[in-house]
């Protein structure tokens, strides 16, 4: 079966979507391009600064991407086959995740640029906004800890394979040249280098930005061809913190200098966090976010072109059938819907619409193209994702590799169709995973600093330093614990908070969507709500607590014994909370569609009709 094929009729159906199925959200949600967004009223060079459509989709597109799309695509594919997973990005993408996105952003722009909870203290109660802030706060501490991790890694992927010539492998026949292969010559610590180099890029573009007369469009030409370089220059002066380990601790072996490595990682990761968290958008978060989305635009074209004009047949398994299961146990059901997370739908997005972008929306009609059109543009990462697994025979060793691999495996291949060189191929497939999860990081904690800020009252520098101090910590606590696996055996953190992570992302999903239920529901009085969010919100809600549950409560027994067990690790205590709070939530929510109290004044269009 041909790739290219299943690829152009993907692309097809989600372009046909954002030009019908995005037109008609417009026409529902009453947008209008003459009235003052929050972005142009409430302009503080901080946090609220309007910039131009083009360049806020780039930021926002870069930011809600991550490591999500890619990651979530090639474990389904892998675990149940890659048509299921193709089937849920398709449907998940167009009818609940542009969804979710869209009339996030739209809500929030209609309240000032505050954030989803808010939106819900308004529309629904106290209650409702403290449960649900709480529940923000622990998805974003679980996607910094799943993030950060799995890119602590990246930075040490091909350490074994590739010290060849060293006192850690001295023997080259140790080696198999499949590896080699696999790898394509690049180290972590090279992708490390490039990497720092990276995050110098945006700082030193945001200053020329501010204080010369440097403009945007020039910045952009000049800039993102440096990213390139940065990636060429990384292979020349490796950042191998496993090795610099191992020098100054001699008696240990080169996997344990890793682990050692990997925790140094993490903690210089969280600390940047902090860092991000603080400093003004202008310095950081718009033009690394706009590098970083013409370095995913420059992924997702690399994608294309190989497929196009690679000759790519699909080798992999369609269809593994209804019972197959992850290597963590994962069932098809429901855990295809919450692996694949962000290439779907992900309630992270509604943070980032309500949380950074809303505050920089120029016009209300923008959130067409900036929510839905980068939703859709996300499916197409996923796919290309996917795809990567799609080329690979069912017994590629490659298969049994972090999905990090899998990925810049992939990317190599279609760029080798360029006659690019796989070392730098590989290099780039490995750094924009990378980037992507930059972009993430600083947003997560920029968002939980947020909500530490709503919660305590503390709007100044003592509060954004307090807030980002606490989201930034809380995971330097998980990352610092060795992780087992249900076996005992030592496993890298990410592993185990991806399905929550996944499950806990989708329930906030669907949370997201029941307060815009709400919130249309009372301003509207519209049949057509149910329809368009109402019913995703079941479908969220129904597989998202699934999945939580079973991740979570058979933690709690003994199976030996079948008595109540009180776990001592806090991840499943965690996932109880989440569950509970959700629950609470569902009850506030139907309270306020069904209780007596009066609806807050209808949402009147200056121009726009009502369906």
Same mark, same amino acid.
């Given at each position: 079966?041909?790739?290219?094929?299943?690829?152009?009729?993907?692309?097809?159906?989600?372009?046909?979507?954002?030009?019908?199925?995005?037109?008609?959200?417009?026409?529902?949600?009453?947008? !209008?391009?003459?009235?003052?967004?929050?972005?142009?009223?409430?302009?503080?060079?901080?946090?609220?600064?309007?910039?131009?459509?083009?360049?806020?989709?780039?930021?926002?597109?870069?930011?809600?991407?991550?490591?999500?799309?890619?990651?979530?695509?090639?474990?389904?594919?892998?675990?149940?086959?890659?048509?299921?997973?193709?089937?849920?990005?398709?449907?998940?993408?167009?009818?609940?995740?542009?969804?979710?996105?869209?009339?996030?952003?739209?809500?929030?722009?209609?309240?000032?640029?505050?954030?989803?909870?808010?939106?819900?203290?308004?529309?629904?109660?106290?209650?409702?906004?403290?449960?649900?802030?709480?529940?923000?706060?622990? $998805?974003?501490?679980?996607?910094?800890?799943?993030?950060?991790?799995?890119?602590?890694?990246?930075?040490?992927?091909?350490?074994?394979?590739?010290?060849?010539?060293?006192?850690?492998?001295?023997?080259?026949?140790?080696?198999?040249?499949?590896?080699?292969?696999?790898?394509?010559?690049?180290?972590?610590?090279?992708?490390?280098?490039?990497? %720092?180099?990276?995050?110098?890029?945006?700082?030193?573009?945001?200053?020329?930005?501010?204080?010369?007369?440097?403009?945007?469009?020039?910045?952009?030409?000049?800039?993102?061809?440096?990213?390139?370089?940065?990636?060429?220059?990384?292979?020349?002066?490796?950042?191998?913190?496993?090795?610099?380990?191992?020098?100054?601790?001699?008696?240990?072996?080169?996997?344990?200098?890793?682990?050692?490595?990997?925790?140094?990682?993490?903690?210089?990761?969280?600390?940047?966090?902090?860092?991000?968290?603080?400093?003004?958008?202008?310095?950081?978060?718009?033009?690394?976010?706009?590098?970083?989305?013409?370095?995913?635009?420059?992924?997702?074209?690399?994608?294309?072109?190989?497929?196009?004009?690679?000759?790519?047949?699909?080798?992999?398994?369609?269809?593994?059938?209804?019972?197959?299961?992850?290597?963590?146990?994962?069932?098809?059901?429901?855990?295809?819907?919450?692996?694949?997370?962000?290439?779907?739908?992900?309630?992270?997005?509604?943070?980032?619409?309500?949380?950074?972008?809303?505050?920089?929306?120029?016009?209300?009609? !923008?959130?067409?193209?900036?929510?839905?059109?980068?939703?859709?543009?996300?499916?197409?990462?996923?796919?290309?994702?996917?795809?990567?697994?799609?080329?690979?025979?069912?017994?590629?060793?490659?298969?049994?590799? !972090?999905?990090?691999?899998?990925? $810049?495996?992939?990317?190599?291949?279609?760029?080798?169709?360029?006659?690019?060189?796989?070392?730098?191929?590989?290099?780039?497939?490995?750094?924009?995973?990378?980037?992507?999860?930059?972009?993430? %990081?600083?947003?997560?904690?920029?968002?939980?600093?947020?909500?530490?800020?709503?919660?305590?009252?503390?709007?100044?520098?003592?509060?954004?330093?307090?807030?980002?101090?606490?989201? $930034?910590?809380?995971?330097?606590?998980?990352?610092?614990?060795?992780?087992?696996?249900?076996?005992?055996?030592?496993?890298?953190?990410?592993?185990?908070?991806?399905?929550?992570?996944?499950?806990?992302?989708? %329930?906030?999903?669907?949370?997201?969507?029941?307060?815009?239920?709400?919130?249309?529901?009372?301003?509207?009085?519209?049949?057509?709500?149910? %329809?368009?969010?109402?019913?995703?919100?079941?479908?969220?809600?129904?597989?998202?607590?699934?999945?939580?549950?079973?991740?979570?409560?058979?933690?709690?027994?003994?199976?030996?014994?079948?008595?109540? $067990?009180?776990?001592?690790?806090?991840?499943?205590?965690?996932?109880?909370?989440?569950?509970?709070?959700?629950?609470?939530?569902?009850?506030?929510?139907?309270?306020?569609?069904?209780?007596?109290?009066?609806?807050?004044?209808?949402?009147?269009?200056?121009?726009?009709?009502?369906?």
């Amino acid at each position: 079966m041909s790739l290219l094929a299943i690829v152009a009729i993907t692309g097809a159906v989600l372009i046909a979507a954002y030009f019908t199925y995005g037109r008609f959200l417009s026409r529902f949600l009453q947008l !209008d391009s003459r009235r003052p967004t929050p972005a142009v009223e409430l302009r503080d060079g901080v946090d609220y600064d309007p910039i131009e459509p083009k360049f806020l989709l780039s930021q926002h597109f870069s930011a809600i991407a991550a490591a999500g799309p890619i990651v979530g695509p090639i474990l389904a594919g892998i675990y149940f086959g890659w048509l299921p997973a193709l089937l849920w990005i398709l449907i998940g993408s167009i009818f609940i995740g542009g969804v979710h996105d869209m009339t996030a952003l739209t809500a929030s722009i209609r309240h000032k640029a505050r954030s989803i909870a808010e939106v819900v203290r308004d529309h629904m109660s106290q209650l409702s906004y403290i449960l649900f802030l709480i529940f923000i706060w622990l $998805a974003l501490v679980y996607i910094i800890v799943a993030f950060a991790d799995i890119t602590a890694g990246a930075f040490l992927v091909g350490s074994e394979e590739l010290r060849i010539g060293t006192a850690v492998v001295p023997d080259p026949s140790a080696v198999t040249a499949e590896t080699i292969s696999e790898s394509g010559g690049v180290t972590g610590g090279a992708i490390a280098t490039s990497s %720092l180099l990276y995050l110098a890029l945006p700082v030193i573009m945001g200053l020329l930005l501010r204080y010369t007369r440097l403009s945007l469009g020039l910045a952009t030409v000049i800039f993102v061809p440096l990213v390139g370089v940065v990636i060429w220059l990384g292979q020349f002066a490796p950042l191998d913190l496993g090795l610099i380990v191992q020098h100054f601790r001699p008696g240990q072996s080169l996997a344990e200098a890793d682990v050692t490595a990997r925790k140094i990682w993490d903690v210089l990761l969280l600390a940047y966090c902090l860092v991000a968290g603080v400093v003004p958008v202008w310095l950081l978060l718009q033009p690394r976010g706009h590098l970083g989305g013409y370095f995913l635009y420059a992924a997702l074209l690399a994608g294309v072109v190989g497929v196009v004009f690679g000759g790519f047949t699909v080798q992999f398994d369609a269809f593994k059938g209804w019972d197959a299961t992850g290597k963590g146990g994962e069932t098809f059901m429901p855990f295809l819907f919450v692996i694949i997370a962000c290439g779907a739908c992900s309630g992270f997005h509604a943070m980032i619409a309500s949380g950074t972008t809303s505050k920089q929306l120029s016009h209300e009609t !923008d959130a067409r193209p900036i929510a839905y059109g980068a939703m859709l543009l996300e499916a197409m990462v996923a796919t290309l994702a996917l795809a990567c697994v799609m080329i690979l025979p069912a017994g590629s060793k490659l298969l049994e590799r !972090d999905a990090n691999i899998v990925y $810049a495996h992939g990317i190599s291949q279609f760029l080798n169709v360029l006659n690019i060189p796989t070392t730098f191929a590989m290099a780039f497939g490995l750094m924009a995973f990378t980037t992507f999860v930059y972009d993430t %990081l600083d947003v997560c904690t920029r968002l939980g600093r947020f909500i530490v800020q709503e919660l305590t009252g503390l709007h100044n520098w003592a509060g954004r330093l307090l807030g980002s101090a606490l989201t $930034a910590g809380v995971p330097l606590f998980f990352v610092m614990r060795t992780t087992l696996n249900a076996n005992g055996e030592p496993i890298a953190v990410w592993k185990v908070f991806w399905p929550l992570f996944g499950a806990s992302n989708q %329930l906030l999903a669907a949370l997201t969507l029941l307060g815009v239920t709400v919130w249309l529901w009372r301003t509207r009085r519209s049949p057509l709500v149910w %329809l368009i969010t109402g019913l995703p919100t079941v479908v969220m809600y129904t597989m998202s607590t699934w999945a939580l549950a079973k991740m979570t409560l058979p933690r709690f027994f003994d199976a030996a014994s079948g008595q109540f $067990a009180m776990p001592t690790d806090p991840v499943p205590w965690v996932g109880v909370v989440l569950i509970v709070l959700a629950a609470l939530m569902l009850v506030e929510a139907v309270r306020a569609i069904v209780g007596s109290k009066s609806p807050p004044t209808a949402f009147k269009p200056a121009l726009a009709s009502s369906l």
